[in-house]
């Protein structure tokens, strides 16, 4: 089946064929046509499954027969409410893309960059206005954006924004749209509030699911090893030297560890960028490029900021730390596999990140077998290696040994006359042996 049996425009469909796509996506194939009916759809697929193309396209189809540019303020008569600033550039773009031979005008608006661009961008008029809902309720608290002509409502990624604390955002702009509208949801799992959420928001939806809800897709290969959270760098640095893995993605949990894997792989002389939330948008736009042209190897992401990184040709996800929500693991190695094409997720597992696993393994069902990292890999690098062999640190105590903080410390010693200072009357020994640390009484 093509994108023709749809009944969408020949203007729609050359800005289809000339993105590149003839087959629509299982998630496409069901959710554009009772869209293009005008029903409300609730819709669940792993992501990497086409399902920006599977709201754009009806919306397109419903614009297009009024698609011709008016003098004066044109009001959105379309919104896209999406979690990250990645993601709506990306929807943007997508509009851009399928619909070049219409006259419907785009645009994305979302923090870190100045409001005043965005505001004269909004006087020039907008058919579809894709935002994150901080940025757009800052527009609409300053009365700079009119909300009271949208015709289509699209919740994207929804589950992210549930997860982001952004519900009270989007029932506060939810009420500022008309009643009388059409409702899209779209969202990688379905949880109890997003039904919820459906159920407040949505007139009698029709549920559409690709796929499993919480199962990635078949064509990733997942891998789980047990690493100590000292030896993580090293295994993450020999993995690098495989040549199979070009176009890796990393993950780490925080803002800081990302910066921190970044510096130590270029250290190593891996070219690697990280983008986070703390890096603006310029900065990330310019990381995500550099990524897509081959000018990084690795991009260092965290999970807020890895909403929107659509790039087909990542060969691998890393799991430098186990995420602490089972959906955020879904939502990672979904990153690679894309459209059908192979992937490899590997995830590194300290002991005290186990409790994790196991809840990704009761949310999708699956038992993962946690394995020691291949040997075949050779010994691990010295200077990482070093930090888990054993040593040993000798400190001695004179006369009684201390019980509270800061009882004879070393300032204490050097400021007692050596005519006063006792001998040692014990020694402790402080061993890391065996990967572990205790002091010993000598």
Known sequence: MGFTTFGLSDRILNGVRAAGH?????????AI??????????????????KTAAFVLPI?????????????RRHPRALILTPTRELAHQIEESISLYGRFLALRAMSIYGGVSMNSQLLSIRGGVDILVATPGRLLDHMQQRTI???SVEVLVLDEADRMLDMGFIKDVRRIIGAIPAKRQTLLFSATLSEEITDLASRILQRPHTVEAGHRRNPAETITQQFYRAERESKMSLLLHALQQKNLKSVLVFSRTKHGADK?????????????????????AQRERALEGFKRGNYRVLVATDIAARGIDVTAISHVINYDVPLYAEDYIHRIGRTGRAGAAGDAITLVSRDEEQYVRRIEQFVGKRFALQPYPAQLGPLDAPVHREARATKVTRAFHGKAPRKRGQGSRQQFLS??????????HMEVFSTAGGGGSWSNR
């Open 416 to 425: 007692t006359p050596k005519k006063k200072r006792q001998p040692a009357k």
């Open 146 to 148: 009119e909300l009271s």
């Open 22 to 30: 003839t087959v629509p996506t299982p998630i496409q194939a069901l």
């Open 261 to 281: 894997i970044c510096r130590r792989l270029e250290r190593q002389g891996v070219a690697a960028v990280a983008i986070h939330s703390n890096r603006t948008q």
């Open 33 to 50: 046509a009772p869209a293009l009916e005008g029903r409300d759809i609730v819709a669940t697929a792993s992501t990497g499954t086409g």
């Open 60 to 72: 397109l189809q419903r614009l297009a027969s009024d698609d011709t540019f008016p003098r004066g």
